[in-house]
């Protein structure tokens, strides 16, 4: 079965310092991986998808992007970050050409200070 | 495009039953359900892909529409075990996965 790996579980930054968030998957190959985040007792807002290798579509213009050097690594990164990029940060898995159920990481609760 | 739930927040007392909707304005692919307990990862309840289709597992169930545009996830007899946030999601087409803009339920003794 798959499994996600994500770190950091914690992470305080101060405004204007970079970012970088690290999700691998185990147990499968060629996923698609996605990136979430959650405001404090809000929804989970997509910010990214990959379907593969290099591959990533963007949901919602801001200062975060993502890369997908390997078939099960999928990085969050920010060259520099605001206050309003404090949340809950969420990797998940969905095994592409199936409908399956996806699968998330423990999160990253990233506070910016 | 996000699935619209309702109703927003439940309170329940233990062995009270509970439904969650999500609607859609189209045609859903198909529909999963999640619960996320706080500061945790959303974990899998189930999905559904055809319209009409009923599943469920042990007091948790949830049904599909013959349209496909709304899902409703019913909870018998709550247990606190219960509480916590319900997320319905979909895909738009083979790729892309949203969420809805979740339930928050909570149940007491």
């Known amino acids: 079965s798959q499994t996600i790996h994500q770190w950091p579980a914690t992470l305080v930054q101060p405004v204007g310092s970079p970012l970088s968030l690290e999700c691998t998957v185990e147990?499968?190959?060629?996923?698609?991986l996605y990136w979430y985040r959650q405001a404090a007792g809000r929804g989970l807002q997509l910010l990214f998808y990959?379907?593969?290798?290099?591959?990533i579509s963007s949901e919602v213009p801001q200062n975060l992007s993502a890369s997908r050097p390997q078939d099960r690594q999928f990085i969050l990164s920010s060259k520099k970050l605001l206050l309003s990029d404090s949340g809950f940060y969420l990797c998940a898995c969905l095994l592409r050409g199936r409908v399956a159920e996806a699968f998330f990481g423990q999160g990253t609760r990233l506070t910016v200070v | 495009q996000q699935p619209v739930q309702s109703p927003q927040a439940v309170i329940l007392r233990e062995g009270e039953d509970a439904v969650i909707n999500c609607s859609s304005s189209?045609?859903?692919?198909?529909v999963h359900w999640y619960r996320q307990k706080h500061g945790e990862a959303p974990v899998f309840l189930m999905i559904?892909?055809?319209?009409?289709e009923q599943k469920g597992h042990d007091k948790i169930s949830a049904s599909f529409n013959e349209k496909k545009q709304q899902s409703s996830l019913y909870l018998t007899a709550s247990q606190l075990s219960y509480s916590g946030t319900y997320f319905c999601g979909t895909e738009i087409g083979t790729d892309k996965l949203i969420f809805g803009t979740g339930t928050r339920l909570q149940v007491f003794p």
């Open positions: 189209k045609a859903l692919y198909s």
């Open positions: 990959s379907v593969g290798i290099g591959q």
């Open positions: 559904l892909l055809k319209g009409g």
């Open positions: 147990g499968t190959s060629n996923p698609n």
